[in-house]
T-cell receptor, first 112, second 113 residues
Framework: NAGVTQTPKFQVLKTGQSMTLQCAQD?????MSWYRQDPGMGLRLIHY???????DQGEVPNGYNVSRSTTEDFPLRLLSAAPSQTSVYFC???????????FGPGTRLLVL | KQEVTQIPAALSVPEGENLVLNCSFT??????LQWFRQDPGKGLTSLLL?????REQTSGRLNASLDKSSGRSTLYIAASQPGDSATYLC????????????FGSGTQLTVLP
């Protein structure tokens, strides 16, 4: 099992550009989520999904879109990047959302 | 607003010492609490998960406790080793939003050889 994978590892964007951060898991988990981690702060929940076709907002959803068309994949879209979105983004998965969470290695995003 | 706090932000100890990391939360209606380890530039690895009905969980040299009434959890590391050096984060989920984790900002642990 590869577990939770994320691509790319690192990305530089200019303000206003769009991009999609990819997340995939091969553990057949129903629950997937996206967090951002900023220096000196804990992780903050952006969006989460409890199954294909179902998504919901977390603590900091503004500026981000998600969709869940398959159990395996949960992409995060930035429609118009802003410097405030410079962060490290982590994807996580678990069976139903209340069990042990498995995290991906993260995507480091720099918005200039 | 539900908050999770970890103090201190950084801790250095000599190898072999037993140590305790602290985590406090503002809402006693906790669903569960997880402790994670994060190595520099890496993702998070789950160490222990304590359900609200439990008082503690153990895995090897690690023991995590949960006291809902005082709003505190501790992670005890026995006989610390340099390989234990990492950032330790606690995260709580609360009744009514059990699928949403609220993270503390972490304690950066350095175990000196």
């Amino acid at each position: 099992n590869a577990g939770v994978t994320q691509t790319p590892k690192f990305q530089v964007l200019k303000t206003g550009q769009s991009m999609t951060l990819q997340c995939a898991q091969d553990m057949n988990h129903e629950y997937m989520s996206w967090y951002r981690q900023d220096p000196g702060m804990g992780l903050r929940l952006i969006h989460y999904s409890v199954g294909a076709g179902i998504t919901d907002q977390g603590e900091v959803p503004n500026g981000y879109n998600v969709s869940r068309s398959t159990t395996e994949d949960f992409p995060l879209r930035l429609l118009s990047a802003a410097p405030s979105q410079t962060s490290v983004y982590f994807c996580a998965s678990s069976w139903g959302g209340v069990e042990t969470q498995y995290f991906g290695p993260g995507t480091r995003l720099l918005v200039l | 607003k539900q908050e999770v706090t970890q103090i201190p932000a950084a801790l250095s100890v000599p190898e072999g010492e037993n140590l305790v990391l602290n985590c406090s939360f503002t809402d006693s209606a906790i669903y569960n609490l997880q402790w994670f380890r994060q190595d520099p530039g890496k993702g998070l690895t789950s160490l222990l998960l304590i359900q609200s009905s439990q008082r503690e969980q153990t895995s090897g040299r690690l023991n995590a406790s949960l006291d809902k009434s005082s709003g505190r959890s501790t992670l005890y590391i026995a006989a610390s080793q340099p390989g234990d050096s990492a950032t330790y984060l606690c995260a709580a989920s609360f009744s009514g939003s059990a699928r949403q984790l609220t993270f503390g900002s972490g304690t950066q642990l350095t175990v000196l050889p």
